[in-house]
């Protein structure tokens, strides 16, 4: 089984709708982290958390939301769902302590919105 | 806004010659690491080098990190075509919490 699981992992909507997409980890890991990807903007930070109480905003959160609701689990959600918000989400999940440390990344959830 | 960007954008060589990908930096970090994307597929960490090394090697990889030019360089050696992929730079600083990724180096690696 995979370290960090998402689902779903491909999901068509249409705007207006209110989408989430789930995050699961198995690595014991405190820190958890959603990026986007966008085709030649590499990857762009979301949301991240540090702790069940710990959330923060990343340079492009508007928009969207997020739940932290275990140590293993952390949300987005898409309040409103816009055809600009189509793209590749990873969450990602980090050990804690200090600031160095590799990032481990899911599959992906490929979101398009109509 | 991106912190790294990669150069070049893209890269096609032949399978057993080297490959060559850098990436530039704006603000001062305490780390610098490399990731490998296949097509669609999630993020895997390569390598990290922290500020105060230059050189660092792992297998077929050897990164460079020149903090006064705000540059690092990842090279493959003796390319495969298994090494096809996207290669994306990412830097941590002391003042930001999460890292921040360039846009990327696509490389072809042809049989």
């Known amino acids: 089984d995979a370290d960090v699981t998402q689902t779903p992992r491909n999901r068509i909507t249409k705007t207006g709708k209110r989408i989430m997409l789930e995050c699961s980890q198995t690595?014991?890991?405190?820190?958890m982290y959603w990026y986007r990807q966008d085709p030649g903007l590499g990857l762009r930070l979301i949301y991240y958390?540090?702790?069940?109480?710990?959330?923060n905003k990343g340079e492009i959160s508007d928009g969207y939301s997020v739940s932290r609701q275990a140590q293993a689990k952390f949300s987005l959600s898409l309040e409103s769902a816009i055809p600009n918000q189509t793209a590749l989400y990873f969450c990602?999940?980090?050990?804690?302590?200090?600031?160095?440390?590799?990032?481990?990344f899911g599959e992906g959830s490929r979101l398009t919105v109509l | 806004s991106q912190q790294g960007e990669e150069d070049p954008q893209a890269l096609s060589i032949q399978e057993g010659e080297n490959a060559t990908m850098n990436c530039s930096y704006k603000?001062?970090?305490?780390?610098l690491q490399w990731y490998r994307q296949n097509s669609g597929r999630g993020l895997v960490h390569l390598i990290l080098?922290?500020?105060?090394?230059r050189e660092k090697h792992s297998g077929r990889l050897r990164v460079t990190l020149d903090t006064s030019k705000k540059s690092s360089s990842l090279l493959i050696t003796a390319s495969r075509a298994a090494d096809t992929a996207s290669y994306f730079c990412?830097?941590?600083?002391?003042?930001?919490?999460?890292?921040?990724f360039g846009s990327g180096t696509r490389l072809q690696v042809q049989p």
């Open positions: 990602a999940t980090r050990a804690g302590q200090g600031q160095f440390g590799e990032l481990f």
């Open positions: 690595k014991g890991h405190d820190r």
């Open positions: 958390s540090f702790d069940v109480k710990d959330i």
């Open positions: 603000t001062s970090i305490n780390n």
């Open positions: 080098i922290r500020s105060n090394e």
């Open positions: 990412a830097t941590g600083d002391t003042g930001r919490r999460a890292l921040t």
